[in-house]
């Protein structure tokens, strides 16, 4: 039983490059979820998927945008990364729309852009 | 709005003392409180959750009870070991996908 897979673990990028980060969970769980994670700062919500076919804008979506390929699946693009875009990202997934009963989380990815 | 406040680390103990990190929060309505743990290089681990006021969460050793009358969730344990070296986040879900994090308290444990 996996839970939560990102890839990838480490990426460097020059400002302006794209890329796309990858998430899958083998959960059956309905809401996904892309957080990123700075110091002393905690973890962010970019965007969240509440089902199959549906995504929403959380805290700090700007730069960002994601598609939920389907219901395993859901990826966070960066279009044109900028240094305030280094940071650790976190991919979540709950079994309830409300995540009452909390998240799984991923290993992470830490994005460096320089 | 709502928020979440942690103690500021790191927090440094000997293997054998008692822990207590402190949360508050702030909040409109009834949310759900947790615990996480991030261990070196992972993600984040649910240690332990409440859902409602007087509900004590507890896992591994860890406890803590959703005060609403103070609104805290302080995170306790009785005798820590090296291996409780992480960072510990505490957060509260309220109202559909409204997650939120505290920044963090770096736990140390010394031999």
């Known amino acids: 039983n996996a839970g939560v897979t990102q890839t990838p673990k480490f990426q460097v990028l020059k400002t302006g490059q794209s890329m796309t980060l990858q998430c899958a969970q083998d959960?059956?769980?309905?809401?996904m979820y892309w957080y990123r994670q700075d110091p002393g700062m905690g973890l962010r919500l970019i965007y969240y998927?509440?089902?199959?076919?549906?995504?929403d804008k959380g805290e700090v979506p700007n730069g960002y945008n994601v598609s939920r390929l389907n219901k395993r699946e859901f990826s966070l693009r960066l279009e044109s990364a900028a240094p305030s875009q280094t940071s650790v990202y976190f991919c979540?997934?709950?079994?309830?729309?409300?995540?009452?009963?909390?998240?799984?989380f991923g290993s992470g990815t830490r994005l460096t852009v320089v | 709005g709502n928020s979440v406040t942690q103690m500021e680390g790191p927090v440094t103990l000997s293997e054998e003392a008692f822990l207590t990190i402190n949360c508050t929060y702030t909040?409109?309505?009834?949310?759900?409180l947790f615990w996480y743990v991030q261990y070196p290089g992972e993600g984040l681990q649910l240690l332990l959750k409440?859902?409602?006021?007087?509900d004590k969460g507890s896992n591994k050793g860890f406890e803590a009870t959703y005060r609403k009358e103070t609104t805290s969730f302080h995170l306790e344990k009785g005798s820590v070991q090296v291996s409780d070296s992480a960072v510990y986040f505490c957060a509260l879900i309220y109202n559909f996908n409204k997650f939120y994090f505290g920044s963090g308290t770096k736990l140390n444990v010394k031999p």
């Open positions: 959960m059956n769980h309905n809401s």
């Open positions: 909040a409109t309505g009834y949310p759900s």
């Open positions: 998927s509440a089902s199959e076919g549906t995504t």
């Open positions: 409440a859902t409602k006021a007087d």
């Open positions: 979540a997934s709950s079994e309830l729309v409300t995540g009452g009963g909390g998240y799984t």
